[in-house]
Protein backbone atom coordinates (compact mmCIF):
# COMPACT_ATOMS: atom_id res chain seq x y z
CA UNK A 1 0.00 0.00 0.00
CA UNK A 2 1.57 3.25 -0.96
CA UNK A 3 2.15 6.50 1.42
CA UNK A 4 -1.17 8.40 0.28
CA UNK A 5 -3.75 5.07 0.03
CA UNK A 6 -2.36 4.30 4.30
CA UNK A 7 -3.08 7.91 5.00
CA UNK A 8 -6.49 7.83 3.35
CA UNK A 9 -7.45 5.06 5.00
CA UNK A 10 -5.85 6.35 8.60
CA UNK A 11 -8.28 9.32 8.03
CA UNK A 12 -11.06 7.09 7.53
CA UNK A 13 -10.28 5.11 10.57
CA UNK A 14 -9.87 8.01 12.76
CA UNK A 15 -13.28 9.80 11.56
CA UNK A 16 -15.35 6.46 11.66
CA UNK A 17 -13.99 5.73 15.12
CA UNK A 18 -13.81 9.49 16.68
CA UNK A 19 -17.41 10.02 15.33
CA UNK A 20 -19.16 6.47 15.94
CA UNK A 21 -22.95 6.14 15.97
CA UNK A 22 -23.50 8.86 17.98
CA UNK A 23 -22.02 12.07 16.19
CA UNK A 24 -25.21 15.00 15.46
CA UNK A 25 -25.39 14.27 11.93
CA UNK A 26 -24.39 17.95 10.43
CA UNK A 27 -21.72 17.46 12.68
CA UNK A 28 -20.44 14.27 11.04
CA UNK A 29 -20.85 15.97 7.63
CA UNK A 30 -19.02 19.03 9.11
CA UNK A 31 -15.83 17.44 10.15
CA UNK A 32 -16.11 14.42 7.25
CA UNK A 33 -16.46 17.70 4.92
CA UNK A 34 -13.25 19.32 6.14
CA UNK A 35 -11.15 16.27 6.28
CA UNK A 36 -11.71 14.13 3.29
CA UNK A 37 -11.40 16.55 0.38
CA UNK A 38 -9.07 16.09 -2.24
CA UNK A 39 -5.78 17.47 -0.64
CA UNK A 40 -1.85 16.55 -0.92
CA UNK A 41 -1.51 15.64 2.13
CA UNK A 42 2.02 16.84 2.33
CA UNK A 43 2.63 16.68 6.29
CA UNK A 44 1.86 13.09 6.40
CA UNK A 45 3.57 11.90 3.85
CA UNK A 46 6.77 13.88 5.34
CA UNK A 47 5.77 12.05 8.57
CA UNK A 48 5.36 8.18 7.07
CA UNK A 49 8.81 8.96 4.62
CA UNK A 50 10.54 9.52 7.44
CA UNK A 51 9.29 6.53 9.67
CA UNK A 52 9.95 4.31 6.92
CA UNK A 53 13.63 5.79 7.13
CA UNK A 54 14.10 4.75 10.92
CA UNK A 55 12.28 1.76 10.41
CA UNK A 56 8.77 1.43 10.61
CA UNK A 57 8.67 -0.91 12.91
CA UNK A 58 5.13 -0.16 14.12
CA UNK A 59 2.71 0.58 10.88
CA UNK A 60 -0.33 1.15 12.86
CA UNK A 61 1.36 3.89 14.68
CA UNK A 62 3.27 5.90 12.03
CA UNK A 63 -0.45 5.80 10.03
CA UNK A 64 -2.16 7.22 13.41
CA UNK A 65 0.16 10.04 13.86
CA UNK A 66 0.54 10.80 9.96
CA UNK A 67 -3.66 11.35 10.39
CA UNK A 68 -3.02 12.96 13.65
CA UNK A 69 -1.32 15.61 11.87
CA UNK A 70 -3.50 15.80 9.10
CA UNK A 71 -6.35 16.40 11.25
CA UNK A 72 -4.90 19.17 12.97
CA UNK A 73 -4.30 20.88 9.59
CA UNK A 74 -8.09 20.33 8.44
CA UNK A 75 -8.82 21.61 11.90
CA UNK A 76 -6.60 25.05 11.62
CA UNK A 77 -7.54 25.48 7.69
CA UNK A 78 -11.55 25.22 8.69
CA UNK A 79 -10.64 28.07 11.74
CA UNK A 80 -8.63 30.23 9.45
CA UNK A 81 -11.39 30.50 6.98
CA UNK A 82 -13.43 31.33 9.45
CA UNK A 83 -15.59 34.77 8.57
CA UNK A 84 -13.74 36.71 11.42
CA UNK A 85 -9.67 35.67 9.81
CA UNK A 86 -10.34 34.97 6.35
CA UNK A 87 -13.45 34.86 5.30
CA UNK A 88 -12.90 32.49 3.12
CA UNK A 89 -15.59 31.26 0.67
CA UNK A 90 -13.38 27.90 -1.24
CA UNK A 91 -10.93 25.82 0.40
CA UNK A 92 -9.09 22.63 -1.86
CA UNK A 93 -12.09 23.53 -4.52
CA UNK A 94 -14.87 23.30 -2.48
CA UNK A 95 -17.21 25.52 -0.50
CA UNK A 96 -15.77 26.12 3.07
CA UNK A 97 -17.14 24.33 6.25
CA UNK A 98 -18.52 27.42 7.38
CA UNK A 99 -20.22 28.15 3.94
CA UNK A 100 -21.58 24.59 4.10
CA UNK A 101 -22.60 24.13 7.44
CA UNK A 102 -22.44 27.49 8.59
CA UNK A 103 -20.21 28.97 11.32
CA UNK A 104 -21.31 27.36 14.65
CA UNK A 105 -20.85 23.71 13.12
CA UNK A 106 -17.20 25.13 11.70
CA UNK A 107 -16.21 26.37 15.26
CA UNK A 108 -17.24 22.80 16.51
CA UNK A 109 -16.03 20.67 13.80
CA UNK A 110 -12.38 22.60 14.19
CA UNK A 111 -12.55 21.76 17.67
CA UNK A 112 -13.78 18.30 17.69
CA UNK A 113 -10.70 17.72 14.80
CA UNK A 114 -8.31 18.97 17.30
CA UNK A 115 -9.32 16.72 20.08
CA UNK A 116 -9.69 13.66 17.67
CA UNK A 117 -6.17 14.36 16.69
CA UNK A 118 -4.79 13.21 20.26
CA UNK A 119 -7.39 10.65 21.16
CA UNK A 120 -6.76 9.00 17.68
CA UNK A 121 -2.66 8.61 19.16
CA UNK A 122 -3.87 7.19 21.94
CA UNK A 123 -5.99 4.50 20.56
CA UNK A 124 -3.05 2.89 18.73
CA UNK A 125 -0.35 3.25 21.45
CA UNK A 126 -1.54 1.14 24.37
CA UNK A 127 1.40 -1.38 23.26
CA UNK A 128 3.57 1.26 23.20
CA UNK A 129 3.23 4.25 25.95
CA UNK A 130 5.94 5.67 26.00
CA UNK A 131 5.80 7.02 22.50
CA UNK A 132 2.54 8.29 22.93
CA UNK A 133 4.48 10.28 25.29
CA UNK A 134 6.84 11.67 23.04
CA UNK A 135 4.02 12.21 19.78
CA UNK A 136 2.11 14.00 22.33
CA UNK A 137 4.58 16.59 22.79
CA UNK A 138 5.70 17.11 19.08
CA UNK A 139 2.83 17.54 17.88
CA UNK A 140 1.13 19.43 21.00
CA UNK A 141 3.87 21.98 20.78
CA UNK A 142 3.44 22.35 16.89
CA UNK A 143 0.13 23.47 16.95
CA UNK A 144 -0.15 25.01 20.70
CA UNK A 145 -0.30 28.68 22.33
CA UNK A 146 3.78 29.10 22.35
CA UNK A 147 5.40 27.83 19.38
CA UNK A 148 2.29 26.00 17.62
CA UNK A 149 -0.21 26.98 14.65
CA UNK A 150 -1.67 28.75 17.14
CA UNK A 151 0.52 31.37 18.06
CA UNK A 152 1.44 31.58 14.22
CA UNK A 153 -2.10 32.41 13.52
CA UNK A 154 -2.46 34.77 16.53
CA UNK A 155 0.64 36.93 15.46
CA UNK A 156 -1.90 38.12 12.67
CA UNK A 157 -4.12 39.75 15.99
CA UNK A 158 -0.67 41.84 17.16
CA UNK A 159 0.34 45.51 16.16
CA UNK A 160 4.28 44.35 16.46
CA UNK A 161 4.28 40.83 14.57
CA UNK A 162 7.29 39.13 15.17
CA UNK A 163 7.74 38.05 10.87
CA UNK A 164 10.39 35.01 12.06
CA UNK A 165 8.12 33.57 14.56
CA UNK A 166 5.20 34.30 12.46
CA UNK A 167 6.34 31.60 9.27
CA UNK A 168 8.01 29.36 11.60
CA UNK A 169 4.85 28.91 13.70
CA UNK A 170 1.84 29.21 10.80
CA UNK A 171 3.59 26.48 8.36
CA UNK A 172 6.89 25.37 9.36
CA UNK A 173 5.65 24.01 12.76
CA UNK A 174 3.74 21.22 11.54
CA UNK A 175 6.18 20.13 9.16
CA UNK A 176 8.86 19.97 11.85
CA UNK A 177 6.25 17.90 13.51
CA UNK A 178 6.04 15.49 10.87
CA UNK A 179 9.71 14.95 10.32
CA UNK A 180 9.69 14.46 14.38
CA UNK A 181 6.68 12.56 15.18
CA UNK A 182 8.17 10.33 12.05
CA UNK A 183 10.55 9.30 14.06
CA UNK A 184 9.44 8.97 17.75
CA UNK A 185 6.49 6.70 16.06
CA UNK A 186 9.22 4.38 14.99
CA UNK A 187 10.76 4.50 18.32
CA UNK A 188 14.18 6.98 17.16
CA UNK A 189 15.45 9.88 18.72
CA UNK A 190 12.90 12.80 16.89
CA UNK A 191 15.81 15.59 17.55
CA UNK A 192 18.11 14.96 14.73
CA UNK A 193 14.68 15.39 12.20
CA UNK A 194 13.89 18.40 13.20
CA UNK A 195 15.73 20.71 10.97
CA UNK A 196 14.33 18.35 7.73
CA UNK A 197 11.10 19.72 8.78
CA UNK A 198 11.31 23.43 9.62
CA UNK A 199 13.35 23.86 6.82
CA UNK A 200 10.63 22.41 4.24
CA UNK A 201 8.03 23.87 6.11
CA UNK A 202 9.36 27.65 5.79
CA UNK A 203 10.33 26.37 1.95
CA UNK A 204 6.21 25.35 2.03
CA UNK A 205 5.21 28.92 3.25
CA UNK A 206 7.80 30.63 0.43
CA UNK A 207 6.05 28.52 -2.14
CA UNK A 208 2.71 29.39 -0.70
CA UNK A 209 3.15 33.18 -1.08
CA UNK A 210 4.29 32.53 -4.51
CA UNK A 211 1.36 30.77 -5.44
CA UNK A 212 -0.73 33.24 -4.21
CA UNK A 213 0.67 35.99 -6.28
CA UNK A 214 1.90 33.53 -9.60
CA UNK A 215 -1.02 30.91 -9.74
CA UNK A 216 -4.95 31.07 -11.01
CA UNK A 217 -7.29 30.48 -8.38
CA UNK A 218 -8.14 27.12 -10.68
CA UNK A 219 -4.64 25.48 -10.38
CA UNK A 220 -4.62 26.52 -6.76
CA UNK A 221 -8.55 25.24 -5.73
CA UNK A 222 -8.95 28.84 -3.89
CA UNK A 223 -9.07 32.24 -4.37
CA UNK A 224 -5.15 33.56 -5.21
CA UNK A 225 -4.00 36.88 -3.98
CA UNK A 226 -5.37 36.68 -0.43
CA UNK A 227 -2.41 37.58 1.29
CA UNK A 228 -1.94 41.46 -0.71
CA UNK A 229 -5.82 41.49 0.29
CA UNK A 230 -5.48 40.79 4.16
CA UNK A 231 -2.43 42.95 4.32
CA UNK A 232 -0.57 39.57 5.53
CA UNK A 233 3.10 38.99 5.70
CA UNK A 234 4.45 37.49 2.65
CA UNK A 235 7.80 36.44 1.40
CA UNK A 236 7.15 37.86 -1.74
CA UNK A 237 5.87 41.35 -0.32
CA UNK A 238 8.85 41.26 1.49
CA UNK A 239 11.82 39.95 -1.19
CA UNK A 240 10.13 40.18 -4.65
CA UNK A 241 9.33 37.09 -6.85
CA UNK A 242 12.82 36.54 -7.79
CA UNK A 243 14.43 37.18 -4.00
CA UNK A 244 11.47 34.44 -3.21
CA UNK A 245 13.03 31.87 -5.36
CA UNK A 246 16.62 32.43 -4.33
CA UNK A 247 15.39 31.98 -0.50
CA UNK A 248 12.97 28.67 -1.74
CA UNK A 249 16.32 27.22 -3.30
CA UNK A 250 18.36 27.97 -0.13
CA UNK A 251 15.78 26.48 2.19
CA UNK A 252 15.67 23.21 -0.05
CA UNK A 253 19.12 22.90 0.01
CA UNK A 254 19.22 23.23 3.88
CA UNK A 255 16.36 21.01 3.70
CA UNK A 256 18.28 18.31 1.79
CA UNK A 257 21.83 19.16 3.68
CA UNK A 258 19.76 18.34 6.98
CA UNK A 259 19.03 14.66 6.04
CA UNK A 260 20.72 12.53 8.89
CA UNK A 261 22.73 9.75 7.52
CA UNK A 262 20.19 6.11 7.46
CA UNK A 263 19.44 3.68 4.95
CA UNK A 264 16.42 5.86 3.19
CA UNK A 265 18.24 8.93 2.44
CA UNK A 266 18.28 9.12 -1.03
CA UNK A 267 14.71 8.44 -1.00
CA UNK A 268 14.00 11.65 1.23
CA UNK A 269 15.92 14.15 -1.11
CA UNK A 270 14.16 12.44 -3.87
CA UNK A 271 11.05 13.12 -2.52
CA UNK A 272 12.09 16.85 -0.86
CA UNK A 273 13.07 17.81 -4.74
CA UNK A 274 9.79 16.20 -6.09
CA UNK A 275 7.49 18.08 -3.48
CA UNK A 276 9.12 21.69 -4.04
CA UNK A 277 8.14 20.54 -7.49
CA UNK A 278 4.74 19.80 -6.75
CA UNK A 279 4.52 23.02 -4.94
CA UNK A 280 5.42 25.66 -7.22
CA UNK A 281 3.54 27.10 -10.10
CA UNK A 282 3.96 25.63 -12.94
CA UNK A 283 5.68 28.66 -14.54
CA UNK A 284 8.52 28.68 -11.79
CA UNK A 285 8.25 24.92 -10.73
CA UNK A 286 10.50 24.24 -14.25
CA UNK A 287 13.31 26.70 -12.56
CA UNK A 288 14.15 24.27 -10.25
CA UNK A 289 15.50 21.70 -12.49
CA UNK B 1 -2.86 22.55 50.72
CA UNK B 2 -6.19 22.22 49.73
CA UNK B 3 -7.90 21.05 46.49
CA UNK B 4 -8.48 24.51 45.35
CA UNK B 5 -5.06 26.03 45.99
CA UNK B 6 -3.77 22.58 44.10
CA UNK B 7 -5.99 23.61 41.05
CA UNK B 8 -5.15 27.09 40.85
CA UNK B 9 -1.23 25.82 41.32
CA UNK B 10 -1.62 23.09 38.24
CA UNK B 11 -3.63 25.56 36.27
CA UNK B 12 -1.15 28.63 36.43
CA UNK B 13 2.13 26.07 36.01
CA UNK B 14 0.21 23.93 32.77
CA UNK B 15 -0.74 27.65 31.80
CA UNK B 16 3.37 29.04 32.10
CA UNK B 17 4.75 26.11 30.57
CA UNK B 18 2.17 25.94 27.49
CA UNK B 19 2.75 30.03 26.70
CA UNK B 20 6.35 29.99 27.60
CA UNK B 21 8.11 33.40 26.78
CA UNK B 22 6.94 33.16 22.97
CA UNK B 23 3.50 33.16 22.90
CA UNK B 24 2.32 36.48 20.74
CA UNK B 25 0.83 39.12 24.02
CA UNK B 26 -2.31 39.36 23.12
CA UNK B 27 -2.94 35.44 22.89
CA UNK B 28 -1.61 34.84 25.82
CA UNK B 29 -3.41 37.49 28.02
CA UNK B 30 -6.72 36.12 25.93
CA UNK B 31 -5.68 32.12 27.10
CA UNK B 32 -4.94 33.71 30.98
CA UNK B 33 -7.89 35.62 31.36
CA UNK B 34 -10.34 32.75 29.88
CA UNK B 35 -8.97 30.22 32.84
CA UNK B 36 -7.59 32.59 35.47
CA UNK B 37 -11.22 34.52 36.59
CA UNK B 38 -12.75 33.68 39.74
CA UNK B 39 -15.04 30.16 38.86
CA UNK B 40 -15.92 27.03 41.00
CA UNK B 41 -13.73 24.76 39.40
CA UNK B 42 -16.54 22.26 40.12
CA UNK B 43 -14.85 19.42 37.68
CA UNK B 44 -11.43 19.48 38.97
CA UNK B 45 -12.22 19.98 42.53
CA UNK B 46 -14.21 16.17 42.10
CA UNK B 47 -11.41 14.89 40.37
CA UNK B 48 -9.11 15.27 42.90
CA UNK B 49 -11.69 14.12 45.30
CA UNK B 50 -11.91 10.53 43.51
CA UNK B 51 -7.98 10.89 43.28
CA UNK B 52 -7.61 10.79 46.81
CA UNK B 53 -10.56 8.28 47.44
CA UNK B 54 -8.34 5.97 45.01
CA UNK B 55 -4.83 6.52 46.88
CA UNK B 56 -3.52 9.19 45.22
CA UNK B 57 -0.72 7.96 44.47
CA UNK B 58 1.22 10.31 42.18
CA UNK B 59 -0.51 13.70 43.15
CA UNK B 60 1.46 15.97 40.37
CA UNK B 61 -0.58 13.71 37.47
CA UNK B 62 -4.06 14.25 39.16
CA UNK B 63 -3.23 17.37 39.53
CA UNK B 64 -2.37 17.80 36.00
CA UNK B 65 -5.37 15.69 34.98
CA UNK B 66 -7.43 18.65 36.90
CA UNK B 67 -5.92 21.11 34.80
CA UNK B 68 -6.42 19.74 31.91
CA UNK B 69 -10.00 18.97 32.18
CA UNK B 70 -10.16 22.98 33.54
CA UNK B 71 -8.62 24.36 30.70
CA UNK B 72 -11.00 22.31 28.08
CA UNK B 73 -14.21 23.39 30.33
CA UNK B 74 -12.76 26.97 29.81
CA UNK B 75 -11.90 26.78 26.24
CA UNK B 76 -15.65 25.37 25.58
CA UNK B 77 -17.23 28.71 27.39
CA UNK B 78 -14.97 31.03 25.32
CA UNK B 79 -16.29 28.51 21.97
CA UNK B 80 -19.81 28.99 23.68
CA UNK B 81 -20.02 32.45 24.14
CA UNK B 82 -18.77 33.66 20.57
CA UNK B 83 -20.93 35.92 18.39
CA UNK B 84 -22.25 32.93 16.48
CA UNK B 85 -23.40 30.89 19.32
CA UNK B 86 -24.71 32.86 23.05
CA UNK B 87 -23.18 36.02 21.73
CA UNK B 88 -22.55 36.33 25.68
CA UNK B 89 -21.02 39.80 26.91
CA UNK B 90 -20.37 38.54 30.43
CA UNK B 91 -18.94 35.24 31.81
CA UNK B 92 -17.84 34.59 35.76
CA UNK B 93 -18.52 38.26 35.87
CA UNK B 94 -15.99 39.84 33.71
CA UNK B 95 -16.22 40.37 29.67
CA UNK B 96 -15.96 37.29 27.93
CA UNK B 97 -13.00 36.54 25.73
CA UNK B 98 -14.43 37.99 22.74
CA UNK B 99 -15.57 41.33 24.02
CA UNK B 100 -11.99 41.57 25.71
CA UNK B 101 -10.05 40.50 22.93
CA UNK B 102 -12.09 40.11 19.81
CA UNK B 103 -13.41 37.28 17.84
CA UNK B 104 -10.36 36.20 16.39
CA UNK B 105 -8.39 35.61 19.70
CA UNK B 106 -11.34 34.26 21.08
CA UNK B 107 -10.92 31.32 18.52
CA UNK B 108 -7.28 31.19 19.07
CA UNK B 109 -7.22 30.85 22.44
CA UNK B 110 -10.24 28.31 22.89
CA UNK B 111 -8.47 26.28 20.15
CA UNK B 112 -5.17 27.00 21.98
CA UNK B 113 -6.29 25.49 25.53
CA UNK B 114 -7.90 22.21 23.87
CA UNK B 115 -4.45 21.39 22.81
CA UNK B 116 -2.76 22.40 26.12
CA UNK B 117 -4.80 20.15 27.98
CA UNK B 118 -3.51 17.00 25.73
CA UNK B 119 -0.26 18.19 26.44
CA UNK B 120 -0.10 19.22 29.81
CA UNK B 121 -1.04 15.71 30.31
CA UNK B 122 1.50 14.20 28.75
CA UNK B 123 3.86 16.03 30.36
CA UNK B 124 3.24 14.70 33.70
CA UNK B 125 2.98 11.43 32.35
CA UNK B 126 6.68 10.08 31.31
CA UNK B 127 6.72 8.25 34.48
CA UNK B 128 3.03 6.54 33.86
CA UNK B 129 2.85 6.63 30.26
CA UNK B 130 0.02 3.52 30.64
CA UNK B 131 -2.01 6.22 32.33
CA UNK B 132 -1.72 8.73 29.68
CA UNK B 133 -3.24 6.12 27.50
CA UNK B 134 -5.93 5.83 29.92
CA UNK B 135 -6.68 10.29 30.38
CA UNK B 136 -6.17 10.84 26.68
CA UNK B 137 -8.95 8.40 26.29
CA UNK B 138 -11.46 9.70 28.87
CA UNK B 139 -10.81 13.20 28.61
CA UNK B 140 -10.94 12.72 25.11
CA UNK B 141 -13.98 11.06 24.88
CA UNK B 142 -16.03 13.80 27.32
CA UNK B 143 -14.88 16.45 24.67
CA UNK B 144 -15.36 14.88 21.34
CA UNK B 145 -17.21 14.99 18.12
CA UNK B 146 -19.37 11.85 19.35
CA UNK B 147 -20.48 12.42 23.32
CA UNK B 148 -18.01 15.20 24.36
CA UNK B 149 -19.30 19.02 24.91
CA UNK B 150 -18.41 19.11 20.97
CA UNK B 151 -21.12 17.25 20.12
CA UNK B 152 -23.68 18.47 23.27
CA UNK B 153 -22.92 22.15 21.70
CA UNK B 154 -23.60 20.67 18.02
CA UNK B 155 -27.02 19.53 18.96
CA UNK B 156 -28.10 22.73 19.22
CA UNK B 157 -27.19 23.45 15.42
CA UNK B 158 -29.79 20.28 14.47
CA UNK B 159 -33.12 20.24 13.00
CA UNK B 160 -34.13 17.65 15.18
CA UNK B 161 -32.60 17.51 19.15
CA UNK B 162 -31.85 14.18 20.78
CA UNK B 163 -32.42 15.65 24.27
CA UNK B 164 -31.11 12.87 26.22
CA UNK B 165 -27.73 13.63 24.36
CA UNK B 166 -27.63 16.79 24.21
CA UNK B 167 -27.50 16.99 28.34
CA UNK B 168 -25.24 13.89 28.69
CA UNK B 169 -22.68 15.73 26.57
CA UNK B 170 -22.88 19.27 26.50
CA UNK B 171 -22.77 19.00 30.90
CA UNK B 172 -22.65 15.50 32.45
CA UNK B 173 -19.39 14.30 29.96
CA UNK B 174 -16.87 16.59 31.81
CA UNK B 175 -18.39 15.43 35.19
CA UNK B 176 -18.13 11.53 33.87
CA UNK B 177 -14.52 12.60 33.16
CA UNK B 178 -13.54 14.07 36.13
CA UNK B 179 -14.49 10.90 38.37
CA UNK B 180 -13.02 8.56 35.59
CA UNK B 181 -9.85 10.42 35.27
CA UNK B 182 -9.51 10.89 38.90
CA UNK B 183 -9.48 6.93 39.41
CA UNK B 184 -7.27 6.89 36.18
CA UNK B 185 -4.47 9.12 37.61
CA UNK B 186 -4.20 7.08 40.74
CA UNK B 187 -3.85 3.89 38.90
CA UNK B 188 -7.09 2.82 39.43
CA UNK B 189 -9.64 1.22 37.07
CA UNK B 190 -11.82 4.45 36.12
CA UNK B 191 -15.23 2.49 34.92
CA UNK B 192 -16.72 1.51 38.56
CA UNK B 193 -16.54 5.82 38.96
CA UNK B 194 -18.62 6.71 35.80
CA UNK B 195 -22.20 6.77 37.05
CA UNK B 196 -21.06 8.62 39.82
CA UNK B 197 -20.13 11.42 37.63
CA UNK B 198 -22.59 11.02 35.20
CA UNK B 199 -24.77 11.78 37.99
CA UNK B 200 -23.73 14.47 39.23
CA UNK B 201 -22.70 16.58 35.90
CA UNK B 202 -26.61 15.88 34.80
CA UNK B 203 -27.62 16.90 38.63
CA UNK B 204 -25.05 19.84 37.29
CA UNK B 205 -27.12 20.60 34.45
CA UNK B 206 -30.88 21.06 36.39
CA UNK B 207 -29.51 23.72 38.44
CA UNK B 208 -27.83 25.16 35.82
CA UNK B 209 -31.50 25.41 34.16
CA UNK B 210 -32.83 26.26 37.65
CA UNK B 211 -30.52 29.28 38.41
CA UNK B 212 -30.93 30.53 35.03
CA UNK B 213 -34.52 31.20 35.82
CA UNK B 214 -34.13 31.52 39.61
CA UNK B 215 -30.87 33.66 40.18
CA UNK B 216 -29.88 37.47 40.10
CA UNK B 217 -27.08 38.36 37.18
CA UNK B 218 -25.41 39.35 40.01
CA UNK B 219 -25.44 36.14 42.10
CA UNK B 220 -24.20 34.38 38.63
CA UNK B 221 -21.73 36.56 37.38
CA UNK B 222 -23.40 36.29 33.35
CA UNK B 223 -27.06 37.25 31.92
CA UNK B 224 -30.12 35.09 33.36
CA UNK B 225 -33.06 34.15 31.19
CA UNK B 226 -30.40 32.95 28.56
CA UNK B 227 -32.00 29.54 27.64
CA UNK B 228 -35.70 31.03 27.10
CA UNK B 229 -34.00 33.73 25.33
CA UNK B 230 -31.80 31.18 22.94
CA UNK B 231 -34.63 28.49 22.82
CA UNK B 232 -32.29 25.89 24.22
CA UNK B 233 -33.36 22.87 25.25
CA UNK B 234 -34.03 23.12 29.17
CA UNK B 235 -35.10 20.71 32.34
CA UNK B 236 -36.93 23.98 33.60
CA UNK B 237 -39.21 24.63 30.27
CA UNK B 238 -39.16 20.59 29.96
CA UNK B 239 -40.83 20.10 33.71
CA UNK B 240 -41.41 23.17 35.64
CA UNK B 241 -39.19 24.59 38.49
CA UNK B 242 -40.88 21.65 40.44
CA UNK B 243 -40.50 18.96 37.96
CA UNK B 244 -36.88 20.06 37.68
CA UNK B 245 -36.03 19.88 41.75
CA UNK B 246 -37.80 17.03 41.73
CA UNK B 247 -34.95 15.39 39.05
CA UNK B 248 -32.13 16.85 40.70
CA UNK B 249 -33.35 15.56 43.84
CA UNK B 250 -33.00 11.82 42.22
CA UNK B 251 -30.27 12.41 40.55
CA UNK B 252 -27.95 13.33 43.61
CA UNK B 253 -29.15 10.08 45.60
CA UNK B 254 -28.70 8.21 42.34
CA UNK B 255 -25.21 9.98 42.40
CA UNK B 256 -24.27 9.71 46.31
CA UNK B 257 -25.71 5.51 45.50
CA UNK B 258 -23.39 5.43 43.11
CA UNK B 259 -19.91 5.65 45.01
CA UNK B 260 -17.67 2.33 44.95
CA UNK B 261 -17.28 1.01 48.50
CA UNK B 262 -13.74 2.75 49.43
CA UNK B 263 -11.60 4.29 52.29
CA UNK B 264 -12.81 7.96 51.30
CA UNK B 265 -16.69 6.71 50.74
CA UNK B 266 -18.57 8.83 53.27
CA UNK B 267 -16.27 12.31 52.64
CA UNK B 268 -17.65 11.68 48.97
CA UNK B 269 -20.67 11.71 50.10
CA UNK B 270 -20.87 15.13 51.85
CA UNK B 271 -19.02 16.68 48.94
CA UNK B 272 -21.74 15.49 46.71
CA UNK B 273 -24.37 17.55 49.24
CA UNK B 274 -22.24 20.31 49.72
CA UNK B 275 -21.48 20.81 45.31
CA UNK B 276 -25.49 20.44 45.24
CA UNK B 277 -26.44 23.62 47.62
CA UNK B 278 -23.67 25.84 46.56
CA UNK B 279 -25.11 25.11 42.72
CA UNK B 280 -28.80 25.78 43.67
CA UNK B 281 -29.95 29.35 43.96
CA UNK B 282 -30.25 30.83 47.44
CA UNK B 283 -34.33 30.46 47.61
CA UNK B 284 -34.06 26.94 46.15
CA UNK B 285 -30.63 25.55 48.15
CA UNK B 286 -32.10 25.72 51.69
CA UNK B 287 -35.01 22.81 50.36
CA UNK B 288 -32.50 20.07 50.12
CA UNK B 289 -31.94 20.36 53.50
Known sequence: MDAVQRIEQAL???????LGAEAPPLLAQAARHAVMAPASRARPRLLLAVAHACGDDVPALSDAA???LELLHCASLVHDD???????????????VHRAFGERLAVLAGDGLIVLAFENLA???????????????IIGRAVGLATGIVAGQAWECEPQVDLTAYHRQKTAALFSAA???????????????????????LAYQVADDLRDVASSAEELGKPVGQDAAHGRPSAVAELGVEGAMERLLELMRGAVDSIPDCPGADQLRAMVRAEMQRLLPRQLGERLG
Open 12 to 18: EAALARG
Open 66 to 68: AAS
Open 82 to 96: LPCFDDADLRRGQPT
Open 123 to 137: WHAPRHPARLVSLTG
Open 179 to 201: TEAGAAAAGMDPDPWGRLGENLG
